[in-house]
């Protein structure tokens, strides 16, 4: 097992717990409204590395109905039995390993913050099986750290721009223990080459890391994909 692998598990292992879910992300809401993505009772979402679930809630409000996988078997029990959802919708795995053996096909299909733990040649695999689990016209939404900047000299507070003679690329994520790899936008495109689906829209997520420093800003992408 290769070292990066290893650092994943044990990052995600040491966080397989009962949590209640936090607000939902509402970059996924405004991507998907922006391009025209119809929320009705006939249409189904599956979130892959879907965590505290608050997201899934979020779409079974909008009368979705939601399937999900996660690798921590704890923490998808709990959500299942306090939403009282069917567990024959959930799964468990380790994406880097295996994908679900399932028959179901979906509208949309989603992957938010579970791509920098991936290795790029199982990036391929799990996008060759999203391509068989979308419906024609259907969307695959996720999402990656790009970046990690840190301030290299003081600006004044209401000036807003983000470039390199302002800030640093980090080489390393801020959090050293966290595994996450920072991705490149053209390289993961690469990977959907053998399939059927099709770049359509990309949203940029611009975040302080620290509460008490805002020297340290963290560059997310909210990439979509359709089906063709």
């Known amino acids: 097992m290769k070292n990066t692998e290893r650092k994943s598990i044990d990052w995600w292992s040491k966080k397989n717990k009962p949590t209640d879910p936090f607000c939902p992300n509402l970059n996924i809401f405004r991507l998907l409204k ?4 119809k929320f009705t009772s006939k249409k189904n979402v599956f979130d892959i590395g879907f965590g505290n679930g608050e997201n899934l809630l979020e779409f079974k409000k909008r009368g979705l109905s939601i399937f999900g996988l996660d690798y921590r078997d704890k923490l998808v029990k709990y959500f299942i039995k306090v939403n009282k959802l069917n567990k ?9 390993k295996s994908l679900p053996n399932i028959k179901n096909k979906f509208n949309l299909i989603l992957m938010c913050d579970v791509l920098s733990y991936i290795e790029y040649k199982n990036q391929k695999n799990i996008f060759e099986w999203v391509d068989k ?9 996720f999402s990656y750290t790009q970046n990690d900047l840190v301030l290299k000299k003081k600006i004044p507070n209401d000036n807003w ?8 690329i980090k080489k390393i994520n801020f959090d050293k223990k966290n595994p996450i790899k920072f991705l490149k936008f053209k ?3 690469s990977c959907f080459k053998e399939t059927k689906l099709n770049f359509l829209s990309s949203h940029f997520d611009i975040s302080t890391y620290s509460k008490k420093n805002s020297s340290k800003i963290r560059i997310g992408r909210f990439v979509l994909m359709e089906k063709k």
């Open 161 to 168: 721009e983000i470039s390199k003679k302002i800030y640093k």
């Open 34 to 37: 922006i391009n025209n993505f």
């Open 187 to 189: 390289k993961i495109l």
């Open 88 to 96: 024959k919708n959930f799964f468990f795995s380790n994406l880097n």
């Open 133 to 141: 689990h979308l419906n024609k016209n259907g969307l695959f939404l």
